[in-house]
């Protein structure tokens, strides 16, 4: 059974930082191309950042480039994304995404980040 869970949302004032962590099981991780999503309230879900297989990362998301980073640890399954100098807007549900193909694509529940003062 596949599963991702990611951990470390919460409440952060502005300016703060909070790393995200994607814990998975039941996929062979080293293989999968990894992403973080985000979905705000009243709109569409956003891709933020990209980590493949080699290892090669892609801020996708013109607001966050410059304050977020992606990683990835194949040794604990694990993704992550840090985030910093956060802003009030970058508020969402942040969801891990696990993807080889397209018959082989999982994620998680999701991780509410609250940026507020």
């Known amino acids: 059974q596949v599963q991702l869970v990611e951990s470390g949302g919460g409440l952060v004032q502005p300016g703060g930082s909070l790393r995200l962590s994607c814990a998975t099981s039941?996929?062979?991780?080293?293989?999968?191309?990894m992403r973080w999503y985000r979905q705000a309230p009243g709109k569409e879900r956003e891709l933020v950042a990209t980590i493949d297989n080699t290892d090669r990362s892609t801020v996708n998301a013109d607001s966050v480039k410059g304050r977020f980073t992606i990683s990835r640890d194949n040794f604990k399954r694990m993704a992550f994304l840090q985030m910093n100098s956060l802003k009030p807007e970058d508020t969402a549900v942040y969801y891990c995404?696990?993807?080889?193909?397209?018959?082989?694509?999982?994620w998680g529940q999701g991780t509410q980040v609250t940026v507020s003062s």
């Open positions: 995404n696990a993807r080889r193909s397209i018959n082989a694509d999982f």
């Open positions: 039941g996929i062979t991780f080293s293989t999968y191309s």
